[in-house]
């Protein structure tokens, strides 16, 4: 079954070495997350799809500390090498604060704009 669930891009703090660029985190409020395969207190890993590219990711919750789940920001694409999702989102046209759908099936996750 296919659900769509909304979220946004928040910055979470600090920026990477490499590249400057702010570290960034998708969040969705644990009220509408129902749809996504998290499980608490663990990191569930997924397959993140962005524009035209697939990325290895995770989804992690850790209640009642934090009233959402988020997609983590360490990717690895599809040759195995590490991206930060700040730069997935960045090359993609996304910014922190943007509403974002996430259409999910099973541990597929489509990342596209709110429209």
Known sequence: ?????????????????DDKRERLEIWVDKKDA????YQDHK?????LFVGN??????????PP?????WICPDLRDTN????SLARVLDENGFRKN???VLIVNGKDIRLEREL
Do not use: F
């Open 53 to 62: 590219s697939k990325y290895r990711s995770g989804l992690r919750s850790k």
């Open 34 to 37: 129902g749809g996504l395969p």
């Open 80 to 83: 195995s090498q590490k991206v």
């Open 1 to 17: 079954m296919v659900a769509r669930i909304y979220g946004v891009i928040r910055y979470t703090g600090g920026e990477y070495v």
């Open 65 to 69: 500390k934090t009233p959402y789940v």
């Open 43 to 47: 990191r569930v890993d997924i397959n």
């Open 98 to 100: 943007d509403r974002v």
